[in-house]
């Protein structure tokens, strides 16, 4: 499968499952218009401090996303950190 990221720079905690269960839904109906068979797991971390490593915060999200695809896919998990 395909994996992508997006930054929400200004997205506080709260507002940030809205948004997400927003973009899973119009993925999931745009496949479904298509007939394609695609669904969509989505791990994301809201960072609530500053991290000096873009590495550690794609490795950590990634560590999240595959826990999404293993409980069943096409889910969403959030959290936030630390």
Do not use: C
């Amino acid at each position: 499968g395909d994996e992508f990221g997006i930054l929400f720079p200004a997205l506080k905690h709260d507002a940030a499952l809205p948004v997400l269960e927003k973009l899973q839904a119009e993925l999931l109906n745009e496949m479904e218009q298509r007939r394609w068979g695609v669904t969509f797991s989505i791990g994301a971390i809201t960072f609530n401090e500053v991290m000096t490593s873009s590495r550690e915060m794609t490795h950590l999200v990634d560590k999240l996303m595959y826990e999404v695809k293993k409980s069943g896919k096409n889910n969403i998990r959030h959290t936030a950190w630390p």
